[in-house]
């Protein structure tokens, strides 16, 4: 018997099994690509993809493609689900924001399959309460981001060399970026008011979570990465600001300011001169 709708047929569903939790829970201020901050984060699989027996052996590799899902945008933020009109072009932030190119030539979240590809570092998989947390770096995805999918990489066939990379054949480059005093001075206050005394950075907090596995449970694992301020979060955020989050039409503005939310904090920023970011000011949620 034929299917009476014959357009399922141009659908697949993939089930949800877990969740991207990490310091940014805005896109402003997100990576534009992996691998361009060493920003750490965690994966929370979910029932029942979290059983251990799963994730035997991946250990042994040092990255993983992570299939995920655009999740903040028009197709799916606040399921509007009338929103869902094929967008053939876009603009990319790399080519200014003007020029027009297919959609299939980006990496663009208006795709047909609202599906996003990354590459990360699996810095360890743990398993907390019998469930598996994915520690990961350099992801390019927000908190709350839906995961589709986990595989290895495998470096023989995935690291091609000779290839061509059409508009975006570098890294873009990265503006300088300081901090007044004012800003380090309300950065490190909060810092001291929130962070153990023997945690200085994002992978000690880490390790602190391995040593108690009576103490340890997911929700507080999740809690270190995702909202815990450290010290060395300093750099992870300047590292961030450099990638230039600002609308491509807004980069010009001078002394205009702009916020980009990190774990529990807005970070107030503006453009002092050309190619001179400056962070002015940090203050609690």
Not at 15 to 33: E, N, T, W
Not at 36 to 55: C, G, K, Q, R
């Amino acid at each position: 018997m034929l299917d009476e709708n014959p357009l399922l047929d141009n659908y697949h569903q993939a089930p949800v099994i877990g969740y991207h939790r990490a310091p940014l829970s805005q896109k402003f201020g997100a990576p534009r690509q992996p691998n361009l901050v060493a920003l750490t984060s965690v994966i929370e699989m979910l029932a029942p993809y979290d059983t251990p027996a799963a994730f035997d052996s991946l250990d042994k590799f040092s990255h993983i493609w992570v299939s995920w899902q655009f999740h903040h945008n028009y197709r799916y933020k606040n399921n509007n689900e009338t929103s869902t009109s094929f967008r053939a072009q876009v603009r990319p932030p790399r080519l200014g924001g003007n020029q027009k190119i297919g959609v299939f030539a980006s990496r663009s979240m208006y795709r047909p399959s609202g599906l996003g590809l990354s590459v990360v570092k699996l810095e360890q998989i743990k398993i907390v309460q019998g469930r598996v947390l994915l520690i990961i770096k350099g992801a390019d995805m927000i908190d709350g981001t839906p995961i589709i999918d986990i595989k290895p990489y495998v470096a023989y066939s995935d690291a091609l060399i000779q290839t061509e990379s059409g508009f975006a054949p570098t890294a873009p480059e990265l503006l300088n970026v300081t901090v007044t005093d004012a800003a380090n001075e309300q950065f490190m206050m909060l810092v001291s008011a929130g962070e153990p005394s023997d945690a200085n950075n994002n992978d000690t907090s880490i390790k602190d979570a391995n040593t108690g596995s009576n103490s340890a449970t997911v929700a507080s694992t999740i809690h270190r990465i995702q909202n815990q301020l450290v010290a060395s979060d300093m750099s992870i955020i300047k590292a961030l600001i450099a990638q230039d989050p600002r609308p491509a039409y807004r980069r010009t503005e001078i002394a205009t300011p702009f916020v980009m939310r990190y774990k529990s904090v807005d970070v107030s920023f503006q453009l002092i001169a050309s190619g001179q970011l400056q962070i002015t000011a940090v203050a609690a949620i």
